[in-house]
């Protein structure tokens, strides 16, 4: 069994809201920094953010306005919510499970779900 | 532009030593530690070393990790066919308050 999974919709319109879900189905929720992490072709990821049961979420400085990552523990899923895309926004989507620390000072994501590709066109 | 800067593509024959490098700046690698990651063809990243050199559970003891000063290495041993793949580093950026990863290195065995 995948530890970790994306689903949602792959097609987005222009200005519209992406809203992706990961199920995790090892392990307690209520542990570790819930993330969101995205790639487009031939680049490097990009870290989107992540929520903490206990003390929230935090969000990547430039998408900040756009995005809100939401935690529901009684179906062991996460959520995000990215608004007003374009298609630059287009990009594969993964949840990961997050381990932060002081800070961030130490910082790493392990494991990943699969991904999954979300295009945003009209 | 990605803030830690990995060069494109690396090289080397079966069983040679391969060094990937990973160069920041004292807002990220020279104040927080470094990850890297794995990813193989049309899969999800993998995590290999984290904290500069504590591998992940099962690495083999021939990936290894440093980190000196603003920058980190990722040191793969004995080439093996199946290490061929892209090779991202991360950290945090105590400016930027985000997490940052290089802009990765396609690993090619000859």
């Known amino acids: 069994q995948v530890p970790l999974q994306e689903s949602g919709p792959g097609l987005v319109k222009p200005s519209e809201t992406l809203s992706l879900t990961c199920s995790v189905s090892r392990g307690s929720i209520s542990s570790y920094y819930w993330s969101w992490i995205r790639q487009t072709p031939g680049r490097g990821p990009q870290w989107i953010g992540y929520i903490y049961h206990s003390t929230g979420s935090k969000y990547n400085p430039s998408l900040k306005r756009r995005v809100t990552i939401s935690l529901d523990t009684s179906k062991s899923q996460f959520s995000l919510n990215l608004t007003s895309v374009t298609a630059a926004d287009t990009a594969v989507y993964y949840c990961?499970?997050?381990?932060?620390?002081?800070?961030?000072?130490?910082?790493?994501?392990?494991?990943w779900g699969p991904g999954l590709l979300v295009t945003v066109s009209s | 532009q990605s803030l830690l800067t990995q060069p494109p593509s690396a090289s080397g024959t079966p069983g040679q030593r391969v060094v990937i490098s990973c160069a920041g700046t004292s807002s990220n690698i020279g104040g927080n530690t470094v990850s890297w990651y794995q990813q193989l063809p049309g899969t999800a990243p993998t995590l290999l070393i984290y904290?500069?050199?504590q591998r992940s559970s099962g690495l083999p003891d021939r990936i290894s990790g440093s980190k000196s000063g603003t920058s980190a290495s990722l040191a793969i041993s004995g080439l093996r066919s199946e290490d061929e793949a892209h090779y991202y580093c991360a950290a945090w950026d105590d400016s930027l308050k985000a997490v940052v990863f290089g802009g990765g290195t396609k690993l090619t065995v000859l």
């Open positions: 990961a499970r997050g381990s932060f620390a002081a800070g961030g000072m130490y910082s790493w994501f392990d494991p």
């Open positions: 904290t500069n050199d």
